[in-house]
Antibody, heavy 121, light 107 residues
């Protein structure tokens, strides 16, 4: 079955750039889905960061718009998140998720396990 | 941005009891609301989509209802594994997709 796996550095320095990748296994990033990033600060709720489809069309949370970029690499079957100018407020568990927009569920029907990223010097 | 407000923040119940969780939207989202369950140390899991449709493999004790601005997630008889945090998410208008702040169901 399709699985998602996040990877990337667990520690990023303040003012630096956070970069994460989500590998899609058992399926294709070119399927008719959107692919999202969601984050969760320790002990807090869920925040949608942004999404991309296999054509490279992306949408972002306006609260992060000027700091975030999401890209897709169909040859590697993965999609990536880049967040610039990070601060301690960006410390969170970062999840990738499959968005079944317009499909059977019209919801985030598959999630990765998440990866913890800490912003600290 | 559509704001979702969940209540109560915490629900203290015993196994076998009925749980009723509320999610209110700042504007109508029609039927386009999803519910997720998150257990400690785990990623969220889709429970309900389109307000009332159970996702694949979700037990029948979970049910969703509502439309417009007011939605309810009901767990008819709590099992030990149901004690978790539950989030609603609107799927009507974006960006951004928004989540409620969560309701913790505790023993």
């Amino acid at each position: 079955q399709v699985q998602l796996q996040e990877s990337g550095p667990g520690l990023v320095k303040p003012s630096g750039t956070l970069s994460l990748t989500c590998v899609v296994s058992g399926g294709s990033v070119s399927s008719s889905n959107w692919w999202s990033w969601v984050r969760q600060p320790p002990g807090k709720g869920l925040e949608w960061i942004g999404e991309i489809n296999d054509s490279g069309s992306a949408n972002y949370n306006p609260s992060l718009n000027y700091r975030v970029t999401i890209s897709v690499d169909k040859s590697k079957n993965h999609f990536s998140l880049t967040l610039t100018s990070v601060t301690a407020a960006d410390t969170a568990i970062y999840y990738c998720a499959r968005d079944d927009y317009g499909g059977n569920t019209n919801a985030f029907d598959l999630w990765g396990l998440g990866t913890m990223v800490t912003v600290s010097s | 941005e559509i704001v979702l407000t969940q209540s109560p923040a915490t629900l203290s119940l015993s196994p076998g009891e009925r749980a009723t969780l509320s999610c209110r939207a700042s504007q109508s989202v029609s039927k386009y609301l999803a519910w997720y369950q998150q257990k400690p140390g785990q990623s969220p899991r889709l429970l309900i989509h389109d307000a009332s449709k159970r996702a694949s493999g979700i037990p029948a004790r979970f049910s969703g209802s509502g439309s417009g601005t007011d939605f309810t997630l009901t767990i008819s008889s709590l099992e030990p594994e149901d004690f978790a945090v539950y989030y609603c998410q609107q799927r009507f208008n974006w960006p951004p997709w928004t989540f409620g702040q969560g309701t913790k169901v505790e023993i």
